[in-house]
């Protein structure tokens, strides 16, 4: 079964440092997303992602996070100056089209801010 | 905003015995699933299910649309079941939004 696939799965950061985020979505989806999870908390919505631009975005997503589609195949999500509360597991998810389906999700990337 | 929750918070078990947990959400829905996350953060993809009854090997979901509420059944709990299960809710194209989860204790 087709995947989602991030990396790296484990990213540690010093405070003030950039990180990018990748992901490779299923490859005929064309709806992607980024949801954040800090440690004991519950899954949030960051970004959503179609036809090369945003199409809905969280208060969480501010100037300090971009979103990008480089290529054909992969999906990133760009941190600048990161925070000590950047600090969580980031998911990446896609979706196909055609209506109501459902979205699928990566193993998720665990960014360590220091 | 919308709302999505979760009951029990917590629940311990022995091996072996069955559960319910349920998700109730305060608005129609088109795209409802259930995920397991595992103690490695991994989030497992368990049920999509906007309505209807699935099953699959010891679990089963339902989501009963119209009243909002989705419950999830797992019998003959394993200590592998152990993890936080969410319910997410969705509408067409929309972002998902994640309850609070269930934490699930299986003891041997």
């Known amino acids: 079964e087709p995947e989602v696939t991030q990396t790296p799965s484990h990213q540690v950061t010093q405070m003030g440092q950039e990180v990018i985020l990748r992901c490779v979505p299923i490859?005929?989806?064309?709806?992607f997303y980024w949801y954040r999870q800090i440690l004991g908390q519950k899954v949030e919505f960051l970004v959503s992602?179609?036809?090369?631009?945003?199409?809905?975005k969280s208060e969480i997503f501010d100037d300090q996070f971009s979103v990008e589609r480089p290529d054909g195949s992969n999906f990133t999500l760009k941190i600048r100056s990161t925070k000590l509360e950047d600090s969580a597991m980031y998911f990446c998810?896609?979706?196909?089209?055609?209506?109501?389906?459902?979205?699928?999700f990566g193993d998720g990337t665990r960014l360590s801010i220091l | 905003g919308i709302q999505v929750e979760q009951s029990p918070p917590d629940l311990i078990l022995q091996e072996g015995a069955n559960s319910t947990l349920r998700c109730n959400f305060s608005?129609?829905?088109?795209?409802l699933q259930w995920f397991h996350q595992n103690p490695w953060g991994q989030l497992i993809n368990l049920f999509y299910i906007p309505s209807g009854t699935k099953q699959n090997g010891r679990l089963s979901a339902t989501t009963v649309a119209t009243e909002r509420y989705s419950l999830l059944y797992i019998s003959s709990s394993q200590t592998t079941d152990s993890g936080v299960y969410f319910c997410v809710w969705g509408q067409a194209g929309t972002a998902l939004i994640f309850g609070k989860g269930t934490t699930l204790s299986v003891s041997s």
């Open positions: 998810a896609s979706r196909s089209t055609g209506g109501n389906q459902p979205q699928h």
């Open positions: 490859s005929n989806h064309l709806y």
């Open positions: 608005d129609s829905v088109n795209n």
């Open positions: 992602f179609y036809n090369n631009e945003i199409s809905e």
